[in-house]
């Protein structure tokens, strides 16, 4: 019986698969380091807004100043949460993106490998086992072509989650727009 995977492969390919686990969770410390520095810094952003809005409002003279200071807090507010889901989002996408790619590459590396394991028990096989090969070839096929469609509706369904969050994040900003630019009209 011929060995199909020498044992100078096994080791290469499992060094490269503690590499390639190695970059991905570098990357992920890196992502999680972001998203903590953007949390910390939203958060103080807001601290500061709202001790700055609360001494506007007690330094009002009038109930009329009051609620004029209170409709002018509420765009900032919203385009600073607009622009920390943007972030959020982008961080994530970045991951989900690296680690698709990362997917693809292993698979493409697997396939590579187990047509080459099959071709050279192909070589080495008894006469007549051209039709079982074949089969085995044809699965392997099918299988790849069922990934390719998989991966086709994965990237589809992140770009319509991507353009429903963009079209969301418009009717939210356009929404808070209304009513101050509604006021400004009728002053």
Same mark, same amino acid.
């Given at each position: 019986? &011929?060995?199909?995977?020498?044992?100078?492969?096994?080791?290469?390919?499992?060094?490269?698969?503690?590499? &390639?686990?190695?970059?991905? !969770?570098?990357?992920?410390?890196?992502?999680?380091?972001?998203?903590?520095?953007?949390?910390?810094? !939203?958060?103080?952003?807001?601290?500061?807004?709202?001790?700055?809005?609360?001494?506007?409002?007690?330094?009002?003279?009038?109930?009329? &100043?009051?609620?004029?200071?209170?409709?002018?807090?509420?765009?900032?507010?919203?385009?600073?949460?607009?622009?920390?889901?943007?972030?959020?989002?982008?961080?994530?996408?970045?991951?989900?993106?690296?680690?698709?790619?990362?997917?693809?590459?292993?698979?493409?590396?697997?396939?590579?490998?187990?047509?080459?394991?099959?071709?050279?028990?192909?070589?080495?096989?008894?006469?007549?086992?051209?039709?079982?090969?074949?089969?085995?070839?044809?699965?392997?096929?099918?299988?790849?072509?069922?990934?390719?469609?998989?991966?086709?509706?994965?990237?589809?369904?992140?770009? !319509?989650?991507?353009?429903?969050? &963009?079209?969301?994040?418009?009717?939210?900003?356009?929404?808070?727009?209304?009513?101050?630019?509604?006021?400004?009209?009728?002053?």
């Amino acid at each position: 019986m &011929t060995n199909f995977i020498a044992p100078e492969q096994f080791i290469a390919a499992q060094k490269a698969n503690v590499e &390639t686990l190695l970059g991905l !969770t570098n990357a992920n410390f890196a992502r999680v380091e972001r998203l903590v520095a953007l949390n910390l810094n !939203t958060a103080r952003s807001v601290l500061e807004d709202s001790v700055a809005n609360t001494k506007a409002l007690l330094a009002a003279k009038d109930a009329q &100043t009051a609620l004029n200071l209170q409709a002018g807090f509420a765009q900032p507010m919203v385009d600073k949460a607009v622009a920390y889901g943007r972030s959020v989002y982008e961080i994530a996408a970045e991951g989900q993106q690296e680690f698709a790619k990362l997917v693809e590459t292993q698979v493409a590396e697997l396939n590579k490998s187990i047509n080459e394991v099959v071709e050279k028990a192909a070589k080495s096989a008894p006469a007549g086992s051209e039709a079982a090969f074949a089969a085995v070839k044809s699965a392997i096929a099918v299988a790849n072509d069922a990934y390719a469609n998989v991966t086709k509706v994965a990237k589809q369904t992140a770009e !319509t989650a991507e353009a429903n969050m &963009t079209a969301a994040t418009e009717a939210a900003v356009k929404a808070v727009s209304a009513p101050k630019a509604a006021a400004k009209k009728a002053a």
